[in-house]
């Protein structure tokens, strides 16, 4: 029969038994609901072995990629090692490489990492200064392409690390990683389903990633990329977008500066031009990354434009509290 | 004859219905106030546990469960009008999917079942 290693402890499943009756039985409190593989309350994570597809069949492709399962429909035929939700990480050291800004309130850092440091594009991370404080940030770089790690930061005024990557952190300077976490990301499988992705100010550096990830993975549906602004200023990495689509005929950029002269080509609110461009997202899969409120917006506006709940990632940058 | 929940598809219908079931929910402007705001990926889990309820499946819900989960939304004005348009969008919801009649019949019984509990009548 095989066995379930959970938290250091390790349970035989008996026969026809899930891996949720397993660990109850031995007295862990696991939350679930409906028993059926329906309401999602009991997931967990596969550290070790395979779950079997039943148990993923109502999940998302990207908690599928990581591992997630449902515990009340998990039968297992092999032994297993799982994990509650968001499994801890290990902390990575790294070294910043280059700090370079990308308009007049983001830069670009970059960072080396000393050991292995397994991520999708379109993830997030937290960095660790020296001193423990920690911040997190969306990955902009790419397994496979970016030999490096990149980071997209906004100054926030008074915000502790934000403030020291803009002022004072130089090349050479060590931090730590944890992480990656999130499940905005690309998932191959399906070359040809068309993707919306939106974002406005920091929220391009998962977009940025996910986009260059379906490239190199060999997308062949077309891609709309969004990118919002309230000034022209605060957009950013346009002319390296506008570089992609032409190489791509699948892919096509939208830059959008919501406070622009209303003659500015670039002028108009990116949920209008997003939703004049593709009306209708049946059969989309779509992106949403940045602002909190815009986030919570185009989840609902993507919805009742025809995309599935299922193929809605999303992404809201949810700003730490302030350190006095 | 098999449960209700088998006849419709069990599981896989839920998972058809709910995407369908929530924009028709979002769309009525009798009861989309109900749900702004709220966190949709949260909300769909529970649209989910509801179908399945509805569907004559496995679920968990008790009477107390149903009253203490609607509480706030009776502070909010809700009341049976409410409850029969989320009804009629279940309804309109099998209907597209190609369920017959007779078994809409069934799920709406036991949708029904639950509303003295959701509109905090009974003891």
Known sequence: MPVIR????????????????????????????????????????AIEGIPPSTSQASLKD?????????????????????????????????????IEPLNPTVVRVRARAEKPFDYRA????????????????????????DPELEFHVARVPGGAMSEWLHRDAVPGMRIELLGPRGDCFYVPGNPDQPLFLLGTGTGLAP???????????GHRGPIHLFQGGLTRDGL?????????????????????VRDADPADPLHGAIDEVAQRIVPNLKGWRVYLCGHPDMVTMMRKKTFLAGASMKEIFADAFIPSPKVS | MSSVYEQLGGQAAVEAAVDIFYRHV???????????????????????AFLTMAFGGPHNYTGKSMREGHAHLLKLGMNDSHFDAVAEDLAKTLTELGVGQPLVDQVLAIAGSTREDVMGRSA
Do not use: W
């Open chain 1, 236 to 256: 950013y990495l346009v002319d390296e977008l506008r570089e992609i689509a032409p190489a791509h005929a699948n892919v096509a950029y939208h830059p959008c």
């Open chain 2, 26 to 48: 979002l769309n009525d402007d009798r009861i989309n106030r109900f749900f702004e705001g709220v966190d949709m990926d949260r909300q769909a889990a529970k649209q989910k």
């Open chain 1, 6 to 45: 959970f938290e250091g402890d390790s349970f035989v499943c008996n026969d026809g038994e899930s891996v949720l009756e397993c660990l109850r039985r031995n007295g862990r409190e696991i939350p679930f609901s409906c028993l059926s593989g329906v309401c999602g309350t009991c997931i967990l994570r």
């Open chain 1, 62 to 98: 990207t908690l599928r990629a990581q591992g997630y399962f449902l515990s009340c429909s998990c039968r297992p035929t092999s032994d297993m090692e799982v994990a509650l939700g968001d499994g801890v990480g290990a902390r990575v050291p790294a070294v910043l490489t280059a």
């Open chain 1, 122 to 145: 379109g993830q997030f991370a937290s960095l660790l200064r020296h001193d423990g404080l920690a911040r997190t940030y969306s990955l902009a770089s790419v397994p496979g392409i």
């Open chain 1, 207 to 217: 977009l940025y990633g996910i986009l260059r990830d379906a490239i190199h993975q």
